[in-house]
């Protein structure tokens, strides 16, 4: 079956650094749009990045654009999210997710087929 297996949250000071992985198997992972989104407990899932099933396309919410970048590697059906310059408000359980070729609205969460168990990142000021 279909896994989505996160890594790489902890606890980090603002201003500083993580690099979350999201490693996928059970699926033909070059088919697949990757994206990354972000909940924190009492509010909805909010998109973070996505990139396309090769790689040429990326998309970023504005709150995280310029420090957050995506990027896969398909050989390795893993995708990435590096987080630069991390501040409190990017505290939240991160997750990866999966949809096979392009959703509609890349931003939608409920467009995705496939949901990793999420890994939490805490950011302290």
């Known amino acids: 079956q279909v896994q989505l297996v996160e890594s790489g949250g902890g606890l980090v000071q603002a201003g500083g650094s993580l690099r979350l992985s999201c490693a996928a198997s059970?699926?033909?992972?070059?088919?697949?749009?990757m994206g990354w989104f972000r909940q924190v407990p009492g509010k909805e899932r909010e998109f973070v990045a996505v990139i396309s099933h090769s790689g040429g396309n990326t998309w970023y919410s504005n709150s995280v654009k310029g420090r957050f970048t995506i990027a896969r590697d398909n050989a390795k059906s893993t995708v990435y999210l590096e987080m630069n310059s991390l501040n409190p408000e990017d505290t939240a359980l991160y997750y990866c997710?999966?949809?096979?070729?392009?959703?509609?609205?890349?931003?939608?969460?409920?467009?995705?087929?496939?949901w990793g168990q999420g890994t939490q990142v805490t950011v302290s000021s």
């Open positions: 997710a999966a949809k096979f070729m392009r959703p509609l609205d890349v931003s939608r969460p409920a467009q995705y087929n496939y």
């Open positions: 059970g699926l033909t992972f070059s088919s697949y749009t």
